[in-house]
């Protein structure tokens, strides 16, 4: 890998290594980190069944939607902000405020003229502000009302509105900016964040994804038949990773943000750090060898996964845990022959590997940033969270039916957990979260 | 409705965009809607139809030009009823 000898004191050198000094979350089963551990520990469910879908004739008609959040938003910014803050706004400003305030740092007064030049946000969404688009945007122009709009739709339907948004209410003066690669964008996000802290351009990167709960960005999904249509009856039972009911995802939103520091300026400070970010790679299968615009190609996410490693100049049998995309489709048995294969295991030698999403669903732009938080919880604090809603493990999986943990599992040592997420046009993004050690 | 009426429905309007709320404490009909309360000058649109809506008005971009203080604000609408 050409980036191993470009970056080859960035495991020693403090001003290279990347730590992670805060965490925030938005999900379905939990806002805050402290709920959000409590309810993957637990194995929590946060799905549930959607008038808005029922109304819409959706097949599936079970999503996961973060609960109170109008109420945090009214606790956390002011009514002139929210007017200007639609969903995706509402769920990626609590998450980065939260992970902002655990982080050790201090909210700027909003008269306070200080930027804060060393510190930039990369912060993804997969679909956007389709909720500002669907209602109002829309509905308005068709019916000639245009001027009717205001002032606010612009900077809520722009797919950099929401790290714009953070911009100002934590006066970052470093790089701020969206990506979007699909359902790997959060995780792309951190890579990205990882990078520019690595190449000495920022000292601290807000990095995740957001997702607005709207039934108006599920329906495509829904129309391609990818949603699980068999358990609207039991929709905490709905989203089935590893299983052979598993049926099709379960659309999830929320955000989950990080905040990546220089160990450098971690230690001037005296940060508290929850883990390392030892690695991590992106890259695309080029919709080639079994890939296509909707499938991955299993060459590129073996890479990518190995190039992560390597990047964290880690072996592939120091990886403790995984957390997979796992989506509960068709591509999950896919999924673990490539961990099984970039991490040259064989079976029954696979490490612990969980699936986030059967708690939350498919977040979308927000999975990987919500997944994140989870990962660096499970390394800081030592467990593998259940793995749930696969009692009957899916037979191409079977073999490695040991490595699921249907309960939590308590690892005390566990060093070395890989997350990673794949995304329609076949991009790939894979992270190598280590506990940190001085 | 007097004037003191359509004052009040002009402050509760502006309220929820007002940035500088010491200034919206001692709010008068010379209080500049930018300068004094702070309102992001892109704002004045989404203030301008609640106006409308509340008052059950009309406002052309022409006369929102001319508004700076509450009291021009006041005195536009007031004018429409």
């Known amino acids: 890998m050409s980036g191993v000898d470009r970056h080859s004191n960035r495991n020693t050198d403090p001003s290279r290594r990347v730590v992670i000094t805060g965490l925030g979350v938005i999900a379905p089963n939990a806002n805050g980190v402290a709920d959000f551990e409590l309810a993957l520990r637990k194995g929590r469910s946060g799905l549930k069944t959607q008038q808005s879908m029922i109304d819409a004739q959706f097949a599936c008609t079970v999503a996961g939607t973060p609960t109170g959040v109008d109420e945090l938003c009214k606790a956390s910014f002011s009514e002139e902000e929210l007017l200007a803050m639609n969903m995706n706004h509402r769920y990626a400003s609590l998450a980065a405020l939260e992970a902002w305030l655990d982080a050790g740092l201090v909210r700027p007064s909003r008269d306070s003229d200080v930027v804060d030049w060393e510190t930039g946000a990369i912060l993804g969404t997969g679909i956007g502000g389709m909720d500002t688009i669907a209602e109002k945007v829309v509905p308005l122009t068709n019916a000639g009302k245009v001027r009717r709009m205001g002032s606010t739709s612009v900077e809520q339907v722009m797919a950099s509105g929401i790290s714009a948004r953070i911009s100002g209410q934590l006066a970052l003066g470093n790089q701020v900016t969206t990506n979007s690669s699909a359902c790997s964008t959060g995780s792309e996000a951190l890579v990205m964040g990882m990078e520019r802290i690595r190449a000495g351009l920022a000292t601290r990167m807000l990095c995740g994804g957001a997702e607005a709960a709207s039934h108006y960005i599920w329906a495509g999904f829904d129309a391609m038949r990818v949603l699980n249509r068999n358990s609207n009856d039991q929709p905490e039972k709905a989203s089935r990773p590893l299983s052979a009911s598993a049926g099709g995802f379960i659309p999830g939103s929320g955000a989950g943000v990080v905040l990546l520091e220089s160990l450098e300026s971690a230690l001037a400070r005296g940060a508290r750090i929850h883990a390392e970010l030892s690695g991590g790679m992106v890259n695309c299968g080029g919709h080639r060898m079994g890939g296509s615009m909707t499938a991955p190609n299993p060459t590129s996410v073996q890479r990518c996964i190995a190039g992560a490693l390597a990047d964290a100049g880690i072996a592939p049998e120091q990886v403790d845990a995984i957390n997979g995309h796992l989506t509960a489709t068709g591509a999950d048995p896919k999924e673990v022959e490539s961990w099984a294969k970039a991490l040259k295991r064989e079976p029954g030698r696979l490490p612990p590997i969980t699936a986030t999403k059967g708690m939350i669903g498919h977040a979308l732009g927000a999975a990987g940033g919500i997944e994140s938080v989870a990962s660096v919880l499970m390394v800081s604090r030592g467990f593998v969270h259940p793995s749930i809603n696969c009692e009957d493990v899916h037979p191409e999986i079977e073999k490695h039916a040991a490595s699921i943990p249907h309960t939590m599992r308590e690892l005390p040592d566990l060093d070395v957990l890989v997350k990673a997420g794949f995304g329609f046009g076949d991009v790939n993004a894979c992270l190598v979260f280590r506990r940190y050690r001085a | ?81």
């Open chain 2, 1 to 81: 409705m007097d004037r003191a009426e359509v004052m009040d429905r002009v402050v509760k309007i502006l309220t929820p965009w007002v940035k500088d709320e010491a200034a919206l404490a001692k709010v008068s009909m010379e209080t500049n809607i930018l300068e004094d309360l702070k309102v992001n000058s892109a704002r004045l649109v989404d203030v301008v139809i609640a106006f409308e809506d509340d008052f059950d008005i009309e406002i052309a971009d022409e006369d929102v030009d001319q508004v700076n203080t509450v009291g021009d604000a006041v005195n536009l609408i007031a004018g429409k009823l």
